[in-house]
């Protein structure tokens, strides 16, 4: 996706960035529906060198796919010590018990019983014991509890693993889960995304419109071009601004919501 950095877009970039770059840093990231959050986090984690990490739903995705998916991201995190963003939206809640593993995550660090004792502990607790000994400057014959390796990945896992979670605005799913799960307030930076300006409106359309090339004759090309793509750039910009207005005006007056997102925007611009 072609992204246009106006200056509202690089703020979003530049505070998802020091949220993940904080240890056991998490973000709720809340506005209308559309790809700008998307869009802005994997641009984030891909300027910090980060691992991004997405669920691809199918049919049979449930929460025994979901843990298994966890558990992979967590597993990454805290054996190879690599840093990673899991990017989670609320069209991805197949179940609510998603939500619970989000909320224990966040509260918590981890998911109650997501590693078994007898099949994964032990491979865990092999892999990480050279980083251990290593940060704990401790001989190779020192004798090491299976408790403090646990509690050695954990804490990696906790540091490296971080969680961004985007949210409508819309409806009362935003409202309901952060009445059901404290975790999604309490443990998270909040990032609310604003209407765009009209300044980045205007910037928007005249990226999208600059591969129009329409002139009278070769010799008034430029200026013409240059005209027409301003003069286009600031209608298209108005037109949006005014049925914005007109969409919050239908609300106060008759309590119907029209939806005018950032999307929609960009198909008028795309259809001209």
């Known amino acids: 996706m072609n992204i246009v950095l106006f200056q509202d877009a690089i703020n979003y970039i530049c505070k998802i960035h020091r949220i993940i770059k904080l240890s056991k840093g998490h973000g709720l990231l809340v506005g209308d529906g559309g790809s700008g959050r998307h869009c802005l986090t994997k641009l984030a984690a891909y300027i910090a060198e980060y691992d991004i990490f ?68 032990p491979v865990i607790r092999e892999k990480v014991r050279k980083d251990y000994i290593a940060e704990k400057k401790l001989t190779k014959d020192s004798r090491i509890h299976d408790e403090e390796l646990n509690e050695f990945f954990y804490g990696r896992v906790q540091a490296n693993f971080h ?15 952060t009445r059901m799960f404290p975790g999604l307030v309490n443990n998270t930076t909040c990032i ?48 949006h601004t005014y049925v914005f207005n007109l969409a919050s005006k239908l609300y106060e007056e008759l309590k119907r ?10 198909d008028l611009v795309n259809g001209y």
């Open 54 to 121: 997405q669920v691809e739903l199918h049919k049979s995705y449930k929460l025994r796919e979901f843990r298994e998916d966890v558990k992979k991201w967590s597993m990454q995190c805290g054996m190879k010590n690599r840093q990673g963003v899991f990017l989670f939206s609320d069209n991805e809640i197949v179940q609510e018990s998603f939500m619970e593993d989000i909320n224990n995550i966040l509260t918590v660090g981890e998911i109650p019983n997501l590693f078994s004792p007898k099949d994964d502990l």
């Open 163 to 177: 969680l961004m979670i985007c949210m409508s605005k819309t409806g009362d799913g935003l409202k309901n889960y």
């Open 192 to 239: 609310w995304y604003l209407p765009w300006p009209s300044e980045a409106l205007v910037e928007v359309a005249h990226q999208y419109l600059h591969s129009i090339k329409v002139a009278p004759k070769e010799e008034e090309a430029s200026d013409y071009i240059e005209n027409l793509h301003n003069g286009l750039a600031k209608f298209c910009g108005t037109t």
């Open 257 to 266: 919501t029209y939806y005018v997102t950032p999307t929609i925007y960009i």
